[in-house]
């Protein structure tokens, strides 16, 4: 766009100089820098064009590298919890699968997005980390809590 306004700021200038010309060369000289005028711009369009046209492309491309980047930062986060969780709650977590402890925290980081009260979410920790009649007290829960905390996405 810049291109265009240069052209047509060039083609009024041109103008004020042959001023002083005679009819017919500033007639010709007129019809040129128009003519050129348009030039610029049709090329100053097709290159708009062009560029409008590249954009979502390369918008969807740079998108899906950002959702990639971010899924597997958010394994990332959940295997670190899986590992935490097994290594400091281990009777909460004997005979539980990777998944099972994912879905817990997949229940807890529900919670968090829904808004609820952190204390109603440590008393469904208790609740729902209970393993084989091993329930966890209320700072432990609220140590789960707060490790997923950080590991939800």
């Not at 004020?16 to 500033?26: A, F």
């Not at 019809?31 to 050129?36: C, G, L, M, R």
């Not at 959702?67 to 290594?87: E, H, Q, S």
């Amino acid at each position: 766009m810049k291109l265009v306004s240069v052209a047509f700021a060039a083609t009024a200038a041109l103008s004020l100089v042959l001023t002083g010309c005679s009819s017919e060369d500033q007639q010709s000289a007129q019809d040129t820098a128009n003519n050129a005028a348009e030039s610029v711009g049709d090329a100053a369009q097709g290159a708009l064009s062009s560029a409008q046209s590249a954009a979502p492309g390369i918008q969807s491309s740079a998108g899906n590298l950002a959702d990639d980047a971010g899924n597997v930062f958010d394994d990332a986060k959940r295997a670190t919890f899986v590992a935490a969780y097994k290594a400091q709650f281990s009777t909460l977590s004997e005979g539980k699968s990777d998944e099972d402890i994912e879905g817990l925290l997949g229940s807890i980081c529900q919670q968090i997005t829904d808004g609820k009260d952190k204390d109603a979410v440590v008393t469904d920790i208790r609740s729902a980390a209970t393993n084989n009649g091993n329930e966890p007290g209320v700072d432990e829960a609220g140590n789960i809590y707060e490790q997923a905390k950080v590991a939800c996405p």
